[in-house]
């Protein structure tokens, strides 16, 4: 396992022992920063669960090189396309309020090597985040 990997393994163990849930805090720190996206939620209290752990998974997987994590970027980005034009900059934001709501959350128990191992991973899906949509509007333009 990469150095990445398993120091974002120990997060999310440090996470699950503690019994934190993120989605929450990050929800409203999205919110607050994209008021009107609140209303495209049509059941926060349920979806916020799979949106959010598939953030996680997704920066997880990366930093083990998982070949899932492009398949499962390229249908995010597509379903995503029902619920309106999202802008590249609102899907970085999530990723960034993601680690950056982990990091509040975890406290003493969050450090340099974490937020470079998180941070490194997070950058990486923006990128794969934005080459899916770039790809969708090329071959399905709307
Ligand atoms: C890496 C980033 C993201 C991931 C992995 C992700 C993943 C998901 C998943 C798995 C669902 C389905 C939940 C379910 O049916 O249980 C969902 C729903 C949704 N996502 Fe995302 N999402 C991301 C970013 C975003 C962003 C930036 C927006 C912008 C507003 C957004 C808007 C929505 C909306 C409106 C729904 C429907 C929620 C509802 O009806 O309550 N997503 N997302």
């Not at 994590?69 to 899907?91: C, D, F, I, K, N």
């Amino acid at each position: 396992m990469s150095g990445d990997a398993a120091l974002i393994e120990a997060t999310l163990v440090r996470l699950a022992e503690r019994g934190i849930e993120l989605r929450h805090g990050l929800y409203e720190r999205f919110f607050a920063a994209y008021p009107a996206r609140r209303a495209d939620f049509l059941c926060p209290e349920a979806t916020s669960v799979r949106m959010t752990d598939e953030t996680l998974q997704m920066m997880y997987g990366l930093a083990a090189e998982e070949s899932w994590v492009w398949p499962l970027v390229a249908e995010l980005s597509y379903t995503h396309r029902t619920y309106g034009q999202l802008p590249l900059e609102e899907y970085e934001a999530f990723v960034d309020l993601t680690v950056a709501t982990m990091a509040g959350a975890l406290g003493d128990d969050w450090g340099a090597a974490e937020a470079a191992a998180w941070g490194r991973q997070a950058d990486r899906l923006k990128a794969m985040i934005a080459k899916a949509q770039t790809d969708w509007e090329r071959v399905l333009p709307r």
